[in-house]
């Protein structure tokens, strides 16, 4: 988000060079709703309240799941592997824990 156009060409190395300028903004927008997605997650854990952490943990994790999957159609279906599956696993964990305690 920050230094899209110094540092992702040698992240995003099939990404064309000359369309780093032009996609400041739309890197700008991702890097910001990642934040948020970030915020809630870590808001979550600081809930006290078994049901509400679970409650907003759940909401996030399925912004972070549907976020993969809408990526996984739109872009590259890795994606799927790298943002939906992990999410799936923690939002089943998050559930066994819930019916465990």
Partial sequence: MFAWEAKRPDIFSSFPADLFGQTVEMAANQGIYNAF??????????????????NVATCFLLFVAIAGMFGAVTVTSKTLMIQ???????????????RLT
């Fill in 37 to 54: 997605l970030a915020i809630g997650l870590i808001w979550a854990l600081t809930i006290k309240d078994a049901k509400w952490f679970v």
């Fill in 84 to 98: 939906t599956v992990p999410a799936g696993i923690a939002l089943i964990l998050l559930w066994v824990g819930k």
